[in-house]
């Protein structure tokens, strides 16, 4: 707790000292959280009372409240603009409002908890003053209780491939690395890797990894539509739908079956919260009741409805397949290219495969076909992530190298996360590049005598045509990485936009224009301040007196730097920032930010407005102490955004805002910055 200065304060209309709580967040995590949680303990501590603040930024939750906290409070304020978990406050009293009043109005709430309802946890997401709750997110990603609001079904796919990701990456390395170090290629067909060695059990935990990420998935979208007690029939539906012995069918539904399940699985719980339960039942719906029912329903409704279809088209498929063996080589080449890539894994993936595992003793260029596709998509996405590293972030491209790393040892799910992130542009540039190299390879009668991909089998002699074994692999993945980006800088102005969320009203205004994020770590605030913000970018005089001027102004500033590529580019992104939500905090302040291509490196402006711009703040005060962050989506990291909280915590403090309105010179006002730590 944060003990109040004076013990002996005056008593309050309650007649004694308050133990208090707070959760404070905003949708984007970074000034507005900080600063609400900064007002709310001063004014605690200018009443006498003890309160505790818990922030939910975007590096994850930080000063967390216990379950001990919880039952010694007396009341519990959640100022936030984005879904937090109420359920580990039922029995207290709870008010639930917007961040912006928890840094307007911190006195008013404090007065206001005492008379708040108590929660009762009925198990939906509204709290006490009827804002919109749900769970708080993991560090990085996004929290549950998404409803159904504007880009909900995105928000909650992201959710889902974020967590995902480390299974992918730590599955296929083991399986890859394990095949690389201890696998032989057998005389009768098959790379395997003798059993009760390391390397088998090495392979065996990578094969686990695998087998948990669809799972994975399907349950982390669920739970970010329907909160805790979605992640159970969100996991159980993956499992389900991944093991397709459940239904019949010879091949699992793969990822796109696991975001079938994972949104089914959300929806269906927010759907069973909506049902009026007596009062006594409440406390067990969302731990017991409803991961019961919505379990069942849904495992037994992906078994007997979704099973069946998916086992008829991969038994249909198979036998289609069969009939095509005396056409062109070339066309089959293609066939076989556009389903091996179209699911990486599941039912339409395997069914090209089992088909040319099936024939390989008989018809070894079948498989030849299948082998040089099955490396296209993660060899294509891992380079497309080489070519254009500033269309991806630093997860991206981490797992980019790890999709190369798979793809050499034939592992196609390694391009499973990029699919799921962006399935109308990555499943088509896929498809492309596995339809080129089946054709190649079946134009050049290329023969694989094992039943696996990728230029491991050629490395270890299971191949003939080796030559253009690796010529058609390497011009699909070529048409697969040039396809992926050219697809994304397609639709690139439609992520700019949706890319943030609002941050409220009240922010300070400091534009951000983040092309990428900071990722560059530094020993503390004040050098990475020192760093990203110069003499060269401080104007102590802006000349604009409306916000768009100044932030058109600002980017002008930031241009001097040589790290500028685009200004015109740079005032879009940042304008498009504002339309979300005013970076307008109040007490004069504005911190405007944005996502933008436009910067080469991380840049901070600063400047000074005598007479003050509009900026939109809940205070109705104009800003005069502006910053300007702009920031490339490749560098993103969670070092930006904890300076980005310590400037909003420093910003708060008068003596700080009275300092950097008076230094004289830009030498005077770094050095004030440079009190940031």
């Known amino acids: 707790m944060t003990p109040s200065a004076d013990p002996s304060a005056p008593a309050t209309r309650h007649g004694r000292r308050l133990k208090l709580l707070a959760v404070t967040a905003c949708p984007t995590g970074i000034a507005h959280t900080y600063m609400a949680a900064e007002k ?18 975007s590096i994850g939750a930080e000063n967390e409240l216990t379950d001990n906290d919880v039952s010694r409070a007396d009341g519990i304020i959640v100022a936030a603009d984005k879904d937090v978990d109420l359920s580990r406050f039922v029995g207290k009293r709870l008010l639930v409002v917007g961040v912006a009043e928890g840094i307007h109005h911190p006195e008013r709430l404090i007065e206001r908890v005492m008379a708040a309802p108590v929660h009762e946890g009925d198990g939906g997401g509204m709290g006490a003053d009827g804002g919109g709750v749900g ?32 299974f992918v990456v730590v599955g296929g390395l083991l399986i890859a690395v394990s095949l690389a170090l201890g696998g032989h290629p057998r005389p009768d067909g098959g790379l395997v890797i003798p059993d009760g060695t390391f390397w088998k059990h090495v392979n065996d935990i990578g094969v686990i990894g695998f087998t948990l990420m669809v799972p994975i998935l399907s349950g982390y979208i669920a739970y970010a539509i329907g909160d805790r007690p979605a992640l159970v029939p969100g996991m159980i539906g993956g499992w389900i739908a991944n093991t397709g012995a459940l239904y019949d069918s010879k091949s699992g539904a793969g990822f796109i079956g696991a975001i079938v399940t994972g949104f089914l699985a959300g929806y269906l719980v927010l759907w069973i919260k909506r049902i009026r339960v007596p009062r006594f039942v409440r406390p067990i719906m969302p731990i017991i009741v409803i991961p019961v029912v ?14 069946r279809p998916i086992a008829w088209v991969f038994e249909h498929l198979t036998g289609w397949l069969d009939g095509l063996t005396g056409a062109s080589a070339a066309l089959l080449g293609v066939l076989l290219g556009l389903m091996i890539a179209f699911d990486m894994g599941g039912p339409v993936n395997k069914t090209a495969f089992l088909f040319g595992a099936g024939l390989v003793s008989k018809n070894p260029e079948i498989m030849g076909m299948c082998a040089a596709a099955i490396p296209v998509p993660p060899l294509g996405q891992g380079l ?35 699919a799921a992130a962006r399935p109308a542009r990555v499943i088509p540039a896929n498809m492309l590049g596995g339809a080129v190299a089946g054709a190649i390879a079946g134009l050049a009668s290329v023969g694989d005598s ?4 990728g230029p491991i089998v050629a490395v270890l002699g299971a191949v003939s045509g080796v030559a253009m074994f690796f010529v058609a692999i390497g011009v699909g993945m070529v048409a697969t990485a040039l ?36 990722g560059v770590a530094a020993p503390g605030a004040a050098d990475v301040l020192s760093g990203y913000l110069t003499a060269r970018t401080v104007r102590l005089d802006l000349a604009a007196v409306r916000k768009e001027a100044a932030i058109r102004e600002l980017a002008e500033v930031l241009a001097g730097t040589g790290q500028v590529r685009d200004v015109d ?24 930010h944005a996502k933008t291509d436009a910067v080469t490196a991380p840049v901070v402006g600063f400047a000074r407005s005598a007479e003050g711009i509009e900026w939109g703040a809940l205070d109705g005060s104009k800003a005069r102490l502006i910053f300007m962050i702009a920031v490339p989506e490749a560098l993103a990291g969670d070092e930006h955004l904890r300076i980005l909280a310590l400037l909003a915590r420093k ?3 008068p003596g700080f805002r009275e300092r950097l309105l008076d230094a004289e010179g830009e030498g005077a006002v770094l050095g004030v910055l440079a009190e940031v730590r």
Request: hydrophobic content about 45%; charged content about 15%.
């Open 294 to 307: 919505a379990t069942s329903v849904l495992g037994l409704f992906f078994i007997y409805v979704l099973g």
């Open 384 to 418: 497309a992530t080489l070519l254009r590293r500033g269309m991806f972030s630093e997860q991206e491209r981490e797992t980019g190298l790890a999709a190369l790393f798979m793809g050499f040892f034939g592992i196609t799910e390694g391009a499973i996360p990029f």
């Open 135 to 166: 769970s708080r997110g993991g560090p990085g990603v996004l929290g549950p209780g998404l409803g159904a609001g504007r880009g909900t079904v995105y928000k909650a796919l992201m959710n889902g491939v974020s967590y995902m990701i480390p």
């Open 569 to 592: 580019a740079l005032v879009t992104a940042a304008l498009a920032r504002e339309e979300l939500g005013t970076t307008g905090l109040g007490e004069e302040i504005a911190i405007p």
């Open 483 to 518: 396809t992926t980006v050219t697809l994304m800088a397609v639709g690139r102005g439609e992520r700019a936009g949706s890319a943030e969320g609002g941050s409220g009203a009240g922010a300070v205004a400091v534009p951000v224009a983040r092309t990428g994020g900071v």
């Open 40 to 57: 709310l303990t001063q004014a605690a501590e200018a009443l006498g009372h003890d309160i505790k603040v818990e922030t939910q930024g």
């Open 450 to 453: 094992v039943p696996h991909g």
């Open 651 to 653: 910003l708060l403090d």
